[in-house]
T-cell receptor, first 114, second 117 residues
Framework: DQQVKQNSPSLSVQEGRISILNCDYTNSMLDYFLWYKKYPAEGPTFLISISSIKDKNEDGRFTVFLNKSAKHLSLHIVPSQPGDSAVYFCAASRGGAGSYQLTFGKGTKLSVIP | DADVTQTPRNRITKTGKRIMLECSQTKGHDRMYWYRQDPGLGLRLIYYSFDVKDINKGEISDGYSVSRQAQAKFSLSLESAIPNQTALYFC????????????????FGPGTRLTVL
C-alpha cells in the first residue's frame, strides 16, 4: 500500500514559467512533509518541508502548499530554471517529535526547457 | 569534502556472495539510515540507527544486516546476495532533536549502485 503517491512520472516546463509538482497521501496520520531533489549520480538533497499545522511554506523560488482535507501537497517553482531539472521526491513522516521514518513517493522527473 | 561518503560507488557481484557497503559521515550526526531505490520507485528504508547501541529494522530489512561501528560509520551487509537486491543504495544521516515544528532533515550520501548477477 503506497502511502505517498506522485502520479506524474515526468513534467516538462519552459524556462521562466511555473513548475507545479503534485503529491497525494493516503494516511491521515502523516503530519510532516518534505520535498527532496535528486540529480543523476547524486544522493537526494533536501529542498523544503511543511508541518501539518501550516498550509504554506515558502523559500525563495520554492513554495509548498498543503491541503490536509484533500490529503494533497504541491511544490511550486517560480520561475523555473534549467538547473531545476531533476527528479523530485515527495516524502512524509508521522509521529511527533523526533520522527525518523520517511515514506517516499516514486518521484517526478522535471525537465526545464531553455 | 563530502559530509556523507559511501564506498564503493559501484559494485558488481555474483549470487550467493557476501557484500558490505560502507557509509561514513563527518556531520557529527547521531542518526544514520540505509535506503534502497529501485527503478521507478521511491526510496525504501532498510535499517536505521539512532546511536551506536540502537539499531532498528526498517520497511525492507529481510536479507540485510547492519553494523554501527562508531557514531560516524554505518555499514550494510548482504549476507548472501540475490539478483533482486540489485538497486541503488543510499546512506543518510540526521541530527536528533526537535525544534518545535521542524524535523531535522536527512542528508544523503551519493549512493552505491549494486548489481547482483
Amino acid at each position: 500500500d503506497q502511502q505517498v503517491k506522485q502520479n506524474s512520472p515526468s513534467l516538462s516546463v519552459q524556462e521562466g514559467r511555473i513548475s507545479i509538482l503534485n503529491c497525494d497521501y493516503t494516511n491521515s496520520m502523516l503530519d510532516y512533509f518534505l520535498w527532496y531533489k535528486k540529480y543523476p549520480a547524486e544522493g537526494p538533497t533536501f529542498l523544503i518541508s511543511i508541518s501539518s499545522i501550516k498550509d504554506k511554506n515558502e523559500d525563495g523560488r520554492f513554495t509548498v502548499f498543503l491541503n490536509k482535507s484533500a490529503k494533497h501537497l504541491s511544490l511550486h517553482i517560480v520561475p523555473s530554471q534549467p538547473g531545476d531539472s531533476a527528479v523530485y521526491f515527495c516524502a512524509a513522516s508521522r509521529g511527533g517529535a523526533g520522527s525518523y521514518q520517511l515514506t517516499f513517493g516514486k518521484g517526478t522527473k522535471l525537465s526545464v526547457i531553455p | 569534502d563530502a559530509d556523507v561518503t559511501q564506498t564503493p560507488r559501484n559494485r558488481i557481484t555474483k549470487t550467493g556472495k557476501r557484500i558490505m557497503l560502507e557509509c561514513s559521515q563527518t556531520k557529527g550526526h547521531d542518526r544514520m539510515y540505509w535506503y534502497r531505490q529501485d527503478p521507478g520507485l521511491g526510496l525504501r528504508l532498510i535499517y536505521y540507527s539512532f546511536d551506536v547501541k540502537d539499531i532498528n529494522k526498517g520497511e525492507i530489512s529481510d536479507g540485510y544486516s547492519v553494523s554501527r561501528q562508531a557514531q560516524a560509520k554505518f555499514s550494510l551487509s548482504l549476507e548472501s546476495a540475490i539478483p533482486n537486491q540489485t538497486a541503488l543504495y543510499f546512506c543518510a544521516t540526521s541530527d536528533s532533536g526537535w525544534t518545535g515544528e521542524i524535523y531535522n532533515e536527512q542528508f544523503f550520501g551519493p549512493g552505491t549502485r549494486l548489481t547482483v548477477l
